[in-house]
């Protein structure tokens, strides 16, 4: 998907929601995190304090630049955007433990982007939930 021209990429990433809403929640987060690990790393780009600054779910895939943040923005819009959760299920949690940062996608009691490829139900150690993110409000905490 990753080379394909901007259009393409749309269509391809409405038809990998598609073709797997039929999963179960698990499964669906776990394909997700899976297929967002393939993305082309970039050097950093998103600000984690400027959240308000972050690309919209199609912007995201037209730009196709992958840092960190964006590759679990990019977790947290296909799962978002598709029929498996409910929207106000899933949160973007930033969790901080001196310069150490994860960008996790909480989904029902699942949380991806934990490490990658993988699914977990809990936050292992002290780390501190910095924000949540929700394109549509931002609640900081």
């Known amino acids: 998907m990753w080379t394909l021209p901007v259009n393409d990429r749309l269509s391809y990433w409405r038809e990998f929601r598609t073709k797997n809403s039929n999963k179960s929640k698990h499964d669906f987060l776990e ?19 400027l959240p308000h600054t972050w690309p919209s779910p199609w912007q995201l895939i037209a730009d196709n630049y992958y840092d960190n943040i964006a590759i679990a923005l990019g977790i947290y819009y ?29 989904a029902d009691n699942l949380i991806a982007n934990w490490e990658l490829g993988t699914l977990t139900t809990a936050v292992e150690g002290s780390y501190q ?9 931002l609640t900081y905490k």
Not at 31 to 49: E, G, H, N, R
Not at 79 to 100: M, Q
């Open 31 to 49: 394909t997700t995190s899976i297929f967002w690990q393939t993305a082309p790393i970039s050097t950093q780009f998103l600000a984690v304090d």
């Open 78 to 106: 296909t799962v978002t955007l598709s029929t498996v959760f409910d929207s106000d299920d899933v949160s973007l949690d930033v969790y901080r433990k001196n310069s150490e940062e994860y960008y996790t996608v909480r």
């Open 129 to 137: 939930k910095v924000f949540q993110y929700d394109f549509r409000e």
